[in-house]
């Protein structure tokens, strides 16, 4: 977490992210991987919807075969060997759940598109055209792994809150030293009150978020390492809602200065717009909470 926020303070578009969801997904599997996975593939980690049935894999004999599209995978353009989440199709009256597999970017019938993104993250649209893999190629037990996979998830989501933190808060120091520098009409910015409660908005907002960010990292159970997912959900809404205003703000307090590309401003802005929509944008977290607190979805 410590790692994601400094590099969030950098503003920059690392793979922390992706490794640390591939790790965690093998880690909720308990599978020690000789392989190294490039990036992670699954409609859940976008929508968080149970249901979601954008990629589905059919049994075929002794092999699986996927079909389907993940549209955002951040670092799939370049990937060669990719950690797919498959919801299986049902079979013989029995709901399969979530499989995990081992996937080769050059497998018959895979086809991989660069998209252009706000945070050049080498993203990809991932089609899935009947892509054949034997049971060899299935990561960690045959069971459904829901379960683990949901509580990887989770975990991955704190990681990149963490990182949304570190770029939206060293967006707020930057504006809080323009402010406090920048002199016109004979007194800094600082000294009008319209930009010290736009400050202090922007703390708020920042402060607010890490106190949430603590109360996940604390729900983690000793015995089970995984996170409360109410406290996961909670934490990701309040972040999607407010550190994309505190980086627009910190552009707005520099005023025309801060459209200069050759300050950092933009980098955190659009770190901070990406990140709000990955493991769940602001509907799927709406969806989320109201589903974990028995609420009925309202959008």
């Given at each position: 977490?410590?790692?994601?926020?400094?590099?969030?303070?950098?503003?920059?578009?690392?793979?922390?992210?992706?490794?640390?969801?591939?790790?965690?997904?093998?880690?909720?599997?308990?599978?020690?991987?000789?392989?190294?996975?490039?990036?992670?593939?699954?409609?859940?980690?976008?929508?968080r919807n149970p249901l979601d049935e954008s990629l589905l894999a059919s049994p075929s004999?002794?092999?699986?075969?996927?079909?389907?599209?993940?549209?955002?995978?951040?670092?799939?353009?370049?990937?060669?060997?990719?950690?797919?989440?498959?919801?299986?199709?049902?079979?013989?009256?029995?709901?399969?759940?979530?499989?995990?597999?081992?996937?080769?970017?050059?497998?018959?019938?895979?086809?991989?598109?660069?998209?252009?993104?706000?945070?050049?993250?080498?993203?990809?649209?991932?089609?899935?055209?009947?892509?054949?893999?034997?049971?060899?190629?299935?990561?960690?037990?045959?069971?459904?792994?829901?379960?683990?996979?949901?509580?990887?998830?989770?975990?991955?989501?704190?990681?990149?809150?963490?990182?949304?933190?570190?770029?939206?808060?060293?967006?707020?120091?930057?504006?809080?030293?323009?402010?406090?520098?920048?002199?016109?009409?004979?007194?800094?910015?600082?000294?009008?009150?319209?930009?010290?409660?736009?400050?202090?908005?922007?703390?708020?907002?920042?402060?607010?978020?890490?106190?949430?960010?603590?109360?996940?990292?604390?729900?983690?159970?000793?015995?089970?390492?995984?996170?409360?997912?109410?406290?996961?959900?909670?934490?990701?809404?309040?972040?999607?809602?407010?550190?994309?205003?505190?980086?627009?703000?910190?552009?707005?307090?520099h005023g025309g200065e801060g459209y200069y590309a050759d300050r950092p401003l933009h980098?955190?802005?659009?770190?901070?717009?990406?990140?709000?929509?990955?493991?769940?944008?602001?509907?799927?977290?709406?969806?989320?909470?109201?589903e974990l607190l028995g609420l009925p979805a309202c959008f």
């Open positions: 977490v410590a790692q994601a926020r400094a590099t969030g303070a950098r503003g920059e578009s690392s793979k922390l992210l992706t490794a640390a969801s591939c790790a965690l997904v093998l880690d909720a599997l308990d599978i020690d991987a000789d392989a190294s996975f490039d990036a992670l593939v699954t409609a859940i980690a976008s929508s004999g002794r092999s699986w075969v996927l079909s389907g599209e993940v549209r955002h995978v951040p670092h799939g353009s370049g990937a060669s060997l990719l950690l797919t989440v498959v919801r299986s199709r049902p079979f013989a009256g029995r709901e399969r759940g979530l499989r995990v597999y081992a996937v080769d970017a050059q497998a018959p019938g895979l086809g991989i598109t660069p998209l252009p993104t706000i945070d050049d993250d080498c993203a990809a649209r991932i089609e899935f055209n009947a892509v054949q893999v034997g049971d060899e190629r299935v990561v960690g037990p045959s069971r459904d792994a829901t379960t683990a996979i949901d509580a990887a998830l989770d975990c991955a989501t704190i990681v990149a809150v963490a990182e949304m933190i570190g770029a939206a808060d060293a967006a707020r120091c930057a504006a809080m030293s323009w402010v406090s520098t920048r002199v016109q009409f004979g007194e800094p910015l600082a000294r009008r009150q319209v930009v010290a409660h736009r400050v202090a908005d922007m703390t708020v907002a920042c402060d607010a978020v890490g106190l949430l960010l603590a109360d996940a990292l604390t729900s983690i159970g000793d015995n089970t390492g995984r996170p409360d997912a109410l406290a996961v959900a909670t934490l990701k809404h309040a972040a999607n809602r407010l550190l994309p205003t505190v980086t627009a703000h910190a552009h707005q307090l980098r955190w802005h659009r770190r901070v717009t990406a990140l709000a929509t990955q493991f769940g944008d602001q509907r799927a977290m709406r969806a989320r909470n109201a």
